[in-house]
């Protein structure tokens, strides 16, 4: 099992946060990140929202960063810990230069970028952004595919209702082959579908856990699945979150769950197909107390679990 650094107060989601992450600056999240990397933690990976309604502020928060940017920081605060996004809504991006910014960060890191793509669900936002909410997964579609075109081709072409672009030439290339890792964020079919076509893995975020294996089967059997190594990746706290970022009560998840506990859980939620996962933010009161239980984690719970 792979385990993502729980990066505090990269959001403000009421379900999950902790009092004391509200204090969490910047600078203290370039100490935590440094920490994550020299310790062996795999993945770390960037929020995303661009402009929140009010009527969500109070389960959303209103803090997130611009998920490329704050990856590209993070990779060249690191040198060997992957940067991923949870998620990037890719509808709301230019796909020419979200492509760009990628494989920039991409090369400048010695190839430790990767991106999770999702379409969004938050729809006044797009309202704002005038993107229209309706036509958001066949924007993804085509979006991906220009994308893909740019970083493998070395005479891209593309011809699309939303993106278009020829005789034109392309570089850096990602470092990483045959392009920089997509992950798809979702749980709906056609999520499941797009993952199958696009992606070398899946982060669930509504799906029970225990209808994990079904849906990795669902998605291994489409045409469009050519046997590529898969990651799942389903974090310990996500059935804390609900539809909307509503809360919800779970009765075998929450923050500080004891060695035993975590080391059971995680071992089941690989028993189900998970590959990647992340441990509950704890009910400390300052970052140093945090890294002390995020060393804790690294050093012994991890090499508990298959």
């Given at each position: 099992m792979q385990l993502t650094f729980n990066l505090p107060h990269m959001l403000e989601l009421k379900a999950m946060m902790q009092?004391?992450?509200?204090?969490?600056?910047?600078?203290d999240q370039t100490r935590m990140i440094k920490c994550a990397d020299e310790w062996g933690y795999d993945m770390?990976?960037?929020?995303?929202?661009?402009?929140?309604?009010?009527?969500?502020?109070?389960?959303?928060?209103?803090?997130?960063?611009?998920?490329?940017a704050a990856q590209?920081?993070?990779?060249?605060?690191?040198?060997?810990?992957?940067?991923?996004?949870?998620?990037?809504v890719l509808p709301l991006h230019n796909p020419i230069?979200?492509?760009?910014?990628?494989?920039?960060?991409?090369?400048?890191?010695?190839?430790?970028?990767?991106v999770t793509v999702g379409v969004g669900w938050l729809e006044h936002e797009f309202e704002l952004l005038g993107v229209p909410f309706r036509e958001r997964g066949k924007m993804a579609d085509e979006y991906l595919?220009?994308?893909?075109?740019?970083?493998?081709?070395?005479?891209?072409?593309?011809?699309?209702?939303?993106?278009?672009?020829?005789?034109?030439?392309?570089?850096p290339k990602p470092l990483q082959k045959p392009h920089v890792p997509i992950w798809i964020g979702g749980d709906a079919d056609v999520v499941l579908k797009r993952a199958a076509r696009f992606a070398s893995?899946?982060?669930?975020?509504?799906?029970p856990p225990e209808k994990i294996a079904d849906r990795i089967d669902f998605i291994k059997s489409q045409p469009t699945y050519d046997g590529r190594p898969f990651d799942v990746m389903h974090g310990v706290s996500?059935?804390?979150?609900?539809?909307?970022?509503?809360?919800?009560?779970?009765?075998?998840?929450?923050?500080?769950?004891?060695?035993?506990?975590?080391?059971e859980r995680l071992g089941?939620?690989?028993?189900?197909?998970?590959?990647v996962s992340a441990v509950p933010l704890p009910p400390v009161r300052t970052v140093d107390e945090y890294l002390d239980y995020a060393q804790w984690v690294i050093e012994e719970i991890k090499p508990q679990v298959p």
């Open positions: 009092p004391w992450e509200l204090e969490v600056t910047g600078a770390i990976a960037v929020p995303e929202h661009f402009l929140i309604p009010n009527s969500h502020v109070e389960l959303s928060g209103a803090h997130y960063m611009h998920s490329t590209a920081y993070i990779a060249g605060a690191t040198s060997r810990i992957r940067v991923n996004s949870c998620v990037t230069m979200l492509a760009k910014a990628l494989a920039t960060a991409d090369w400048m890191s010695s190839g430790r970028m990767m595919a220009a994308m893909i075109e740019l970083w493998v081709s070395d005479s891209p072409s593309f011809q699309g209702r939303y993106v278009s672009f020829d005789d034109v030439a392309f570089a893995g899946w982060w669930a975020f509504l799906t996500t059935p804390m979150v609900g539809e909307g970022h509503a809360v919800v009560e779970h009765p075998d998840v929450r923050p500080g769950m004891s060695e035993q506990e975590l080391v089941w939620l690989g028993e189900q197909g998970v590959t």
